[in-house]
C-alpha cells in the first residue's frame, strides 16, 4: 500500500514522463536552434549574444554534411570532429566579415 506522499511522488513522475517527447519527435537542426533561441530569448539575453548563437550555429552547419537534416542525427562523433577541425583546422576569423 503507497503512503500519501508515495502517490504524490508517483503522480510527480507520470507527468513528467507524459511532457517527455516520444522518439518518433524529430527536430530539424532549424527547428531545435529556433527553440532553443525562444529559450534565451525569453531569459533576456542581449540581442549580441541571440545574434551570437546564431552566428556559431551558422559555421557548424557550414562545416557539417549537408545530408545531415535532423538533430537526432548529430552524434558525439561528429561534435568531436567539429571540435578538432577548429582547434587545429580553422582559421581565426576564417568567413567573418568584421575581422582578419
Known amino acids: 500500500m503507497l503512503h500519501k506522499e508515495d502517490k504524490k511522488n508517483q503522480t510527480r513522475v507520470r507527468q513528467i514522463r507524459h511532457d517527455r517527447h516520444t522518439p518518433d519527435d524529430r527536430y530539424t537542426l532549424h527547428d531545435a536552434v529556433e527553440i532553443f533561441i525562444k529559450a534565451k530569448e525569453a531569459e533576456r539575453l542581449r540581442n549580441s549574444t541571440i545574434k551570437g548563437y546564431y552566428d556559431t550555429v551558422r559555421y557548424f552547419r557550414d562545416w557539417l554534411n549537408p545530408d545531415i537534416e535532423y538533430i537526432d542525427e548529430i ?13 587545429n583546422d580553422r582559421l581565426p576569423y576564417q568567413g567573418s566579415r568584421h575581422q582578419k
Open 75 to 87: 552524434k558525439s562523433s561528429i561534435l568531436r570532429d567539429y571540435i578538432n577541425y577548429l582547434k
